[in-house]
């Protein structure tokens, strides 16, 4: 789930949509108009899945996508090497987490442990422990 917003209001920390991954915007620059043609906006995203760079240059006015975020809770019933599978606090549905787990939080991921996540575009992503 995503919603448009125009480029010119986004800011460094916000979220979007680029090449169909979710980004947080690392770095963003603005271009004043010339005298033939409109103000410019370049963003460079980190992909919160993959950690790839992304860039994109567009005109401020135009209409980028922005991911919906819904923050939850889950608590983390088994591991396997990479693998984490959790349960939600609040329907009790299990689901498998495998991508996306920062380094320094992996060591702190056992099982028991209360885990707060998002959920963006329909993909779980681990933010920290509890």
Known sequence: MSKPVELGTLKEGNYIILDDEPCKIVEIEHSKPGKHGGAKARVVGIGLFTQNKRTLVAPVDASVQVPMVERKSAQIISKSGNALQLMDLEDFH??????GIEPDLAARLQPGVEVEYWLIMGR???IRTK
């Open 124 to 126: 779980p992503k681990i």
């Open 94 to 99: 299990t689901f498998d987490v495998g991508e």
